[in-house]
């Protein structure tokens, strides 16, 4: 008997709009966790002016509020400060490497290798940062297939190509972009993808994180 059973499709969109309900979630979590802080620190306080002083200071409780509020809001700004290099500044954070074209001529240290995974070469250099080489056919065959792969799927879709980054300790399958102008969108692949993807998948993983640029 021939098999019914049909495939589980995802509902793309539908998928979009719960993720877009659980971040407004998230974000109505924290204001809650800010009200929250303020109305411990003005129940403590109240607690603390009517045992040792017999009255309650408004003054007092308005300077909680207002130290409360400026923790978060001073919080908040020093992560803006950190992240304002946009995608490059999250890449960094994650611990990813740049696939790097040096047009410099300056001349090249002896390359140690990317967490001890790779033999120096004489054409490609190694460092915590950058997986840098003089020509883009330079790069190892794993790196110039990632890189040539971005950068068809760029001229396809109308994109300029993102800066690229590789996760060298990440075994996982996976990949994301981040950023918030053209000028500074990274697109970072993990290890493993570009291990143990065929030149088809990769395609489709790369292509998928494209459309989360087009489409903001």
Avoid: C
């Amino acid at each position: 008997m021939a098999n019914s059973r049909q495939p589980n499709l995802m509902d793309f969109f539908g998928e979009q709009r719960i993720r877009t309900r659980r971040s407004l979630l998230l974000y109505g979590l924290f204001f809650l966790i800010v009200l929250a802080h303020m109305a411990v620190g003005l129940a403590v306080m109240s607690i603390l002016l009517t045992v040792f002083t017999g009255g309650i200071y408004y003054w007092v409780l308005v300077l909680v509020i207002v130290l409360t509020l400026g923790s978060f809001v001073g919080g908040s700004f020093l992560e803006y400060r950190r992240l304002r290099a946009g995608g490059r500044a999250i890449a960094q954070r994650v611990g990813a490497v740049r696939l790097f074209i040096d047009n410099s001529q300056e001349a090249w240290e002896h390359s140690q290798g990317v967490a001890h995974q790779h033999e120096a070469e004489e054409k490609v250099r190694y460092s915590s940062r950058h997986i840098a080489v003089r020509d883009e056919r330079d790069f190892p065959p794993v790196y110039r297939r990632y890189y040539e792969i971005a950068q068809q799927l760029a001229i396809a879709a109308g994109l300029q190509t993102p800066i690229l980054y590789v996760l060298p300790d990440e075994q996982g399958i996976n990949g994301f972009v981040a950023g918030r102008h053209s000028s500074d969108m990274v697109l970072v692949v993990t290890q493993g993808a570009l291990d143990k993807l065929s030149d088809e998948a990769l395609y489709g993983l790369i292509g998928h994180e494209y459309g989360h640029i087009l489409h903001g």
